[in-house]
């Protein structure tokens, strides 16, 4: 059998770099999708150091055009694409109140427009050839809510939503479709929040810490298996207790 390709978008930043470097320990051939080139360069070097040899693309992913273009890359210089995780998000928090028009549409175009872009230009081979595992990584807040995070929640809900409808269409063609929902994760984003604030969140967590990275690629991995063939429409929740369903 050959190789396995996985597509990771935000594939350069935290969890992105997380699922990038355990695909590689678990055989794939990894692409992680871009938005900064000059980032991406060196951050792809930085990972062959450590001794990861991953591809990068680029892919502005709010854009369907340059998905599909960034999706035909990959099938002819690496190969048909079999895993897709959907991991590119951005945040722009602020009460409601406040919350401009433009916030609104940033956020719902990047964490959910996102998932339809790439998503919607793959998951046609996947059925022509029998197997595919498309993860979407949704959040914590999208299914519990969060103060000042009106529009991340809602991208991050309708993920969930996404993800159950399209599991039921393709549950009998081999295509898994998942999401997994991280609580707070041990990001340099998480990590950038003042000392305090960030105590003062890992003590509402029953588990009294931060999820690692790691962690979240761990999960990742299993629903890109084989033997996750029967795991589908589900969702991971890897929140350290802090909702539970």
């Not at 992913?61 to 998000?89: H, K, M, R, S, Y």
Request: glycine share 10%.
């Amino acid at each position: 059998m050959s190789q396995r390709v996985a597509l990771v978008t935000g594939g350069t930043g935290g969890i992105g770099e997380a699922v990038c470097q355990r695909f590689v320990k678990d055989g794939y051939k990894v692409v992680a999708a871009y938005n900064n080139r000059e980032k991406a360069q060196a951050w792809q070097l930085a990972q062959k150091e450590a001794g990861f040899d991953i591809e990068i693309v680029h892919c502005p992913v709010t854009d369907f055009e340059a998905c599909g273009d960034a999706i035909q890359w990959v099938e002819n210089n690496v190969g048909p694409i079999d895993i897709l995780v959907n991991n590119a998000g951005i945040t722009k928090d602020g009460m409601f109140k406040k919350m401009p028009r433009e916030n609104w549409d940033a956020v719902i175009d990047t964490d959910l427009n996102s998932v339809f872009n790439m998503t919607r230009q793959v998951f046609e081979g996947m059925v022509e050839r029998g197997f595919g595992r498309i993860i979407n990584v949704s959040s914590v807040n999208g299914q519990l809510g969060q103060i000042g995070q009106v529009n991340y929640s809602a991208a991050k809900a309708g993920v969930h939503g996404f993800t159950k409808a399209l599991a039921r269409e393709t549950a009998r063609k081999g295509v898994t479709v998942n999401t997994i929902s991280p609580g707070y994760v041990a990001t340099p984003m998480v990590m950038a929040i003042d000392e305090e604030v960030r105590k003062m969140i890992e003590s509402n967590i029953p588990t009294g810490r931060l999820c690692q990275p790691e962690e979240v690629a761990h999960g990742v991995s299993f629903l890109a298996s084989d033997l996750a063939a029967y795991t589908t429409g589900s969702d991971l929740s890897m929140n350290g207790g802090l909702f539970m369903h």
